[in-house]
């Protein structure tokens, strides 16, 4: 009976054991590898699902590396990056031929590769990779392609990305995502933010419309070259039915009812809609009338019946009643998406009242949008909704509309000046994540408080005045490019917020003062950024909040801020001062 409780109990203790180790850093994985062969067994499986290790051709790693893998029967990483590396080089190739049956995630940027070399390393990964992310120069690639046989069937691929102008022969693309049919993601991306029309993406569009193509199980699908309206109408004719995410970049011949037909095909599987908007310009109505739209034709062959529904004069073939409905609105509308949580518009300058068909959204980024009062005066209440995120300037009447019309908001991520600010502070009580930017921005919009009362103690002189204190359960604060944060902001406002985990401040002038507030106030922080262009930050500034907080990660003083929010994946990045040897050691000790 001892015995069968006892191993209860260890089995409880290893589930629980499992579930924090999914909250550790890097750093603190490895450490949890040394407690003993239980902990390093599970701390290596955690490692192998979710973190990615980068290794770049400026340093020995990857070959330091491999040797200790050759060595050790647990691989504590599954997931690689390898940057600015010949594919060719035999560092490589000996890389993945001990590895190859452990990867499930590789990543190529601004790697020098051939056709040829690039299809003898995905054939070594093919039982195990299920993610593939390519970003290089453009691939050499035979201009009839390559002999089948050459070519692997990678079953288990799920996620595919290709980035850059990795190539130009429309052949690889082909067989790249002919390769994996099993895809539910698929991701095109030009980096030139000035190639609007890039012939790279026009040609992974082209392949990823062809007829013959049918990923059956394709779940996501992100496409940053805009798409015109004949390959929004080739898009539908494919019935992709199981799209969870879609992200399209429309081009100004996109037809509202187009994009409205095709959502309305994803409505019951949509859970992410992302779209740009280039349109919705005014258009003479030159619709035929209601009456004399012809019937669809079944026996009509499918050119002809695209470049009917592409003509200008032809209001496309739907039911009448559709019909009355989009000639009835004129701004942009959505289907009835009832599994929608997530909507991101870019661009968008039409009514927000689209959005009482979406009951269900959970998140709403509105990126360049025009959030004037009218937009929302029609918009229905969401009580679902918890995240909002706005890049356009907003005053004080909208902020009390979003408030009356999510009355649950958690997040929110917006551009204000002062006095909008004290608006969010007065209505948005519940708020706990708050992230803003704003050049107007300073310590009097964050404490409530004019400049000539300014004291340093420790007690606020206006208590009654609406400020960041209102925010009891304020849990995250970003503010980033703020026009004016110094050590008043922190003293006055910040640290009466008693239960923040997790606070940054991006380019505030402020010294150690804050610090020694912060130590003393925000005893639960886990996490702090402090950066600024003039360092005022001293050592023993430094010293004693690190003392104070012994469970919270600083970034603190001046840093290259191009580089600050690259997704930290590498050991290297979360261990300091480490040098890359020890890391290497640490992973396998």
């Known amino acids: 009976m001892m015995d069968k409780f006892a191993n209860i109990t260890l089995i409880c203790f290893l589930l629980v054991v499992q579930k924090v180790m999914h909250h550790l850093s890097n750093r603190d994985l490895m450490t949890s590898r040394l407690v003993c062969k239980e902990w390093n067994s599970r701390a290596c499986v955690t490692l192998r699902k979710s973190k990615t290790l980068k290794f770049t051709s400026q340093t020995k790693l990857l070959d330091e590396y491999t040797e200790l893998i050759g060595r050790s029967v647990d691989l504590p990483y599954a997931n690689y990056e390898l940057e600015f590396y010949d594919m060719s080089d035999p560092v490589v190739n000996n890389f993945i031929d001990i590895c190859g049956k452990s990867t499930t995630s590789l990543q190529l940027n601004n790697c020098r590769c051939t056709g040829i070399k690039l299809w003898e390393i995905l054939t070594k990964l093919q039982s195990t990779l299920s993610k593939f992310s390519i970003n290089c120069d453009p691939i050499e690639y035979p201009p009839n392609g390559i002999s089948p046989q050459l070519i692997p069937f990678l079953q288990n691929l799920q996620s595919l990305s290709l980035f850059g102008e990795f190539s130009k022969?429309?052949?690889?693309?082909?067989?790249?995502?002919?390769?994996?049919?099993?895809?539910?993601?698929?991701?095109?991306?030009?980096?030139?933010?000035?190639?609007?029309?890039?012939?790279?993406e026009k040609l992974c569009l082209q392949v990823f419309l062809e007829s013959s193509l049918n990923l059956t199980k394709l779940q996501n699908f992100a496409m940053e070259s805009r798409i015109s309206d004949i390959d929004l109408l080739n898009f539908r004719k494919k019935n992709y039915t199981k799209l969870k995410h879609i992200h399209l970049n429309l081009n100004s011949d996109v037809r509202p009812f187009t994009l409205f037909l095709l959502l309305q095909d994803l409505s019951n599987s949509l859970i992410k809609l992302e779209l740009e908007f280039s349109f919705f310009e005014e258009k003479s109505d030159n619709s035929v009338p209601e009456e004399e739209i012809p019937e669809e034709n079944e026996t009509e062959p499918i050119a002809a019946k695209i470049q009917r529904l592409h003509n200008r004069n032809d209001p496309n073939v739907v039911t009448t009643s559709l019909v009355q409905k989009l000639k009835k609105y004129k701004e942009f509308r959505l289907p009835r998406l009832q599994n929608l949580q997530r909507l991101s518009l870019t661009n968008f300058q039409g009514s927000l009242d689209f959005l009482n068909e979406c009951q269900n959204l959970k998140y709403l980024f509105l990126i360049n949008c025009d959030l004037a009062v009218p937009t929302l005066n029609s918009v229905q209440i969401h009580s679902n909704l918890s995240c909002f995120m706005s890049t356009t300037l907003l005053d004080g009447t909208i902020c009390r509309n979003l408030a009356q019309i999510f009355p649950n908001l958690k997040t929110l991520k917006v551009n204000v000046n002062n006095e909008v600010l004290k608006t969010i502070f007065e209505v948005m009580t519940k708020l706990q994540e708050l992230i803003l930017s704003g050049q107007s921005l300073t310590d009097q919009g964050i404490t409530g408080m004019s400049l000539d009362v300014y004291k340093m103690v420790w007690d606020r002189v206006s208590p009654d005045v609406p400020y960041i204190g209102n925010l009891k359960d304020l849990r995250k604060l970003w503010i980033h490019n703020a026009g004016f944060i110094t050590d008043s902001s922190v003293?006055?406002?910040?640290?009466?917020?008693?239960?923040?985990?997790?606070?940054?401040?991006?380019?505030?002038?402020?010294?150690?003062?804050?610090?020694?507030?912060?130590?003393?106030k925000l005893r639960n922080l886990r996490k702090l950024e402090i950066l600024s262009n003039v360092p005022q930050l001293t050592a023993g500034g430094k010293a004693y909040i690190r003392q104070q907080l012994p469970n919270c990660d600083f970034i603190l003083g001046q840093t290259d801020i191009m580089n600050l929010y690259r997704p930290q994946r590498n050991v290297g990045s979360e261990i300091g001062s480490t040098s890359p040897m020890e890391i290497l050691l640490g992973l396998f000790c």
């Open 169 to 200: 022969n429309l052949r690889l693309i082909r067989d790249l995502i002919k390769s994996a049919l099993n895809l539910t993601s698929l991701h095109f991306k030009c980096f030139d933010p000035l190639a609007q029309d890039s012939p790279f």
């Open 491 to 520: 003293v006055y406002g910040i640290v009466s917020c008693l239960n923040l985990t997790e606070l940054s401040l991006l380019n505030a002038e402020v010294t150690d003062t804050s610090l020694f507030a912060i130590g003393n």
